[in-house]
């Protein structure tokens, strides 16, 4: 532990019982050869208001290495607080050279108790983002939106470090006072490529050890470490190199009792403790058993071979059949000119097979006319929901093999994402993301999960569900009407809407864009808890449309509603009349009065931003009239400023088809 021993300065550790001065020296914890690997601590940045708005504390740490780098894949980013966000850059503090690297991420939430206490850390009072690769010189810059001013009561701070992933778990206790000031952080670390040392008795410079050693250099090419090889021990630096380990005195090798252990130079052998020769006889009657053996055995392989050929030659059929070569061809073409990964796979039925344990019988979720959905687990732990399907058009397949492509490509929080398909089988299988919670319509019709299905929740999945609808008519690269909206179709994950089940969509060519559709959707039985169609109900009460539409006429809009959602303390009352209206228009049997997607989705948004600022409500209503008059001059661009807190990507990628957000009179 002296500049003597240290190899330079680098590398220079200093033995002291003082504690290190903030941003000149670091507290090493470990160190470790083999992972080449060293545990600091590092300085917990702060950004800390008072309740008059007045900033009492920030700081922001910096590291500056030259031997160490940040380890990617040991470390995390992690920032807490309820109005909060930070960066981790790869400069110097105070340095004016444009940063390589800068990532981070942003944490909210308005009242202590909606953040989570089960330790995750996703974005509600903690987030959390891993280290890019090779980060050497690093600052923690940390940030408050409105200076806590919301949540100054509970949330003072804005805390932002990076700490190695086994050491940190989140509390909500610590939005009041993290109280650490460090925390463990894991850095690799190596040899600049310069740098050899001098072997004593040849005066010749290397930059390992003479024998037995590997250099291995690290992706930039600029560092190295050395280790031993297998069978080898020692320190690899050293100019004696690494020593070779005598496995059969140390016990380490698999040799029997009847067996002689054998040391050879990196590794052992096992020879036989007694050698005999075989007599001619047995030596004839061990050949002849092998003989037979090999007949039993050659014979049954053959005919396997021979089946498995045809099985292949059957699968391959299938494949072309199915547009096998279309679509390969396309995903082909699709990743050379977006150089994507996010394009889908063409999965084996093999590993289909795998994934349903043979589609066996506990695997199935879901079963109609159109066929059976298997949960499946692929090799890499993913769950995936697998749709088999029964009947497959041959006339169809160009298009079959279009839809694929394009909405393999979707990438929606509000869609469950297609994964891929399978080509093999006579009929084709298509592998979508798993969602465990079931479909809307379990939630709706079921009286236990109903009474958990709040105004709020329902208004959010009818919000989200027009959303991703005027997604898919106007932002996809080809606009796609899904043609079959209906309560089973939308499945539920932590009450977030997730649009499924595309089997009857259909691609809309970019001249055929004022297309309108017909579509079954879920605004009337969110409203009502009822079914569309119900023979059990009297006969002026079976269709929910007309049910609704004359509630509404008769002004008994809250003997339909179910009951429950409507809550006077919460004071939503007006809300449910105005979706109830806008459902009305919805149900309007001329197609030019009724609403495009675009205006429901805005008008349910606006609803739900209405619900969670009720302060603002007025503000908001002027705001959002001035908004529609102007969406009927321009209907392309729709500022941020003017339109509140409403997502400008959502708003821009709205266009006018009209998709018309109801329940059609026939309950389709």
Not at 46 to 65: G, H, I, Q, T
Request: net charge negative.
């Amino acid at each position: 532990m002296s500049k003597n021993c240290s190899l330079n300065d680098n590398f220079f550790i200093n033995c002291s019982k003082s504690t290190p001065i903030y941003g000149e020296n670091i507290g090493v914890t470990n160190i470790s050869t083999d992972p080449h690997e060293m545990t600091i601590m590092w300085y917990v940045a702060k950004d800390c208001y008072n309740e008059s708005d007045a900033r009492v504390w920030r700081n922001k740490p910096w590291l500056k290495f030259r031997s160490l780098s940040i380890s990617s894949s040991k470390n995390k980013f992690v920032v807490i607080g309820c109005d909060s966000y930070a960066y981790l850059q790869d400069k110097e503090e105070g340095m004016q050279k444009e940063s390589n690297v800068s990532m981070g991420c942003m944490s909210f939430c308005n009242d202590k108790d909606d953040v989570p206490d089960d330790g995750s850390c996703s974005g509600i009072g903690c987030c959390q983002v891993d280290i890019p690769k090779g980060l050497k010189n690093a600052t923690i810059l940390p940030y408050s939106f409105e200076n806590h001013t919301d949540v100054i009561k509970f949330n003072p701070c804005t805390y932002a470090f990076v700490v190695e992933r086994t050491q940190f778990n989140f509390s909500r206790n610590f939005l009041g006072n993290f109280s650490e000031t460090k925390m463990p952080v894991v850095v690799d670390w190596a040899i600049d490529n310069k740098t050899e040392t001098r072997e004593a008795s040849s005066g010749k410079y290397t930059k390992c050890g003479r024998d037995n050693t590997i250099l291995e250099f690290t992706p930039d090419g600029l560092q190295y470490n050395c280790k031993c090889k297998k069978g080898y021990r020692g320190n690899a630096y050293l100019p004696a190199g690494c020593t070779d380990i005598d496995e059969c005195n140390s016990g380490d090798n698999n040799c029997t009792k009847d067996q002689i252990c054998d040391n050879t130079p990196g590794s052992f052998t096992c020879k036989d403790r007694h050698r005999q020769s075989y007599s001619l006889i047995y030596k004839i009657v061990i050949a002849a058993a092998i003989g037979v053996i090999a007949l039993f055995i050659c014979v049954p392989w053959l005919y396997l071979v021979l089946k498995k050929r045809k099985l292949i030659q059957l699968k391959e059929k299938f494949f072309r059949q199915n547009g096998g070569l279309i679509l390969r061809q396309k995903l082909s073409g699709d990743r050379d000119q977006y150089n994507s990964n996010e394009t889908a796979k063409i999965f084996t039925e093999e590993e289909l097979l795998n994934a349903t344990l043979k589609y066996d019988d506990t695997r199935i979720i879901g079963q109609g006319g159109f066929g059976t959905v298997y949960k499946g687990i692929l090799p890499d732990n993913r769950i995936v929901a697998i749709k088999k399907s029964k009947l497959m058009d041959q006339n169809q397949i160009e298009q079959f093999i279009n839809e694929v492509v394009v909405l393999s490509q979707i990438n929606h929080r509000n869609v469950v994402k297609l994964l891929g398909c399978c080509l093999e089988t006579q009929v084709p299988s298509l592998v979508y993301e798993f969602v465990p919670n079931g479909t809307l319509s379990d939630h709706i019709h079921d009286k236990e999960k109903s009474c958990k299905l709040v105004w709020e929740i329902r208004l959010r999945i009818a919000s989200e569900t027009a959303e991703v609808l005027s997604y898919l008519h106007s932002a996809a690269s080809t606009p796609i009407i899904h043609r079959d909206v209906k309560p089973s179709n939308i499945l539920v994950d932590n009450y977030t809407a997730k649009v499924s089940d595309f089997g009857a969509s259909r691609l809309v060519p970019q001249d055929q864009i004022e297309l309108a559709t017909m579509v079954q959707v879920v605004l009337v039985e969110l409203l009502t808890g009822k079914k569309a169609i119900c023979f059990e109900r009297p006969e002026a009460e079976r269709s929910l449309a007309m049910h609704f539409l004359s509630s509404m006429k008769r002004n008994e809009l809250f003997e339909i509603v179910e009951s429950g959602i409507v809550k006077e303390d919460f004071g939503n009352k007006e809300q449910v009349e105005e979706v109830a209206r806008l459902a009305r228009r919805c149900l309007n049997v001329n197609g030019e009065e009724r609403p495009t997607m675009k205006e429901v989705a805005m008008e349910l948004e606006g609803l739900r931003r209405m619900e969670k600022h009720p302060w603002a409500n007025h503000e908001y209503l002027v705001k959002f009239e001035e908004t529609e008059s102007l969406l009927a001059h321009d209907q392309t661009s729709i500022s941020y400023k003017d339109m509140g807190e409403i997502s400008s990507a959502n708003i821009a990628s709205y266009d006018t088809v009209r998709d018309n957000f109801f329940i059609d009179f026939n309950g389709r």
